[in-house]
Nanobody, 124 residues
Framework: QLQLVESGGGLVQSGGSLRLSCAAS????????IGWFRQAPGKEREGVSC????????NYVDSVKGRFTISRDGAKNTVYLQMNSPKPEDTAVYYC?????????????????WGQGTQVTVSS
């Protein structure tokens, strides 16, 4: 059974740091493009970052460039999102998902398996 499980969310002060984890089971992350999305109350789901199957390519939405870093640990079959200097506007539920087309994209319908989400709250 294919499954993604996020962890690492919580309350963090603006300017601090937080690392989200996305652990996969039932498939190998190294063969998949994995995206991080977020959804704040009253807002649409937004693509935040993505890592390609090879790991050579990473994408970021403009609002997090220079602050967030996506990475992958093949041995642990886990993708991470390092959040440095978070801002209150980064507050949202964060989801990881697998792209069924094996490419990085901000289009949510291209992703077939999703985690349950982890809440991130950034205080000012």
């Amino acid at each position: 059974q294919l499954q993604l499980v996020e962890s690492g969310g919580g309350l963090v002060q603006s300017g601090g740091s937080l690392r989200l984890s996305c652990a996969a089971s039932g498939f190998t992350l190294r063969n998949s493009a994995i995206g991080w999305f977020r959804q704040a109350p009253g807002k649409e789901r937004e693509g935040v970052s993505c890592i390609s199957p090879s790991g050579a390519r990473t994408n970021y939405v403009d609002s997090v460039k220079g602050r967030f870093t996506i990475s992958r640990d093949g041995a642990k079959n886990t993708v991470y999102l390092q959040m440095n200097s978070p801002k209150p506007e980064d507050t949202a539920v964060y989801y990881c998902a697998r792209n069924r087309l094996f490419r990085c994209s901000e289009v949510a319908i291209e992703y077939d398996y999703w985690g349950q989400g982890t809440q991130v709250t950034v205080s000012s």
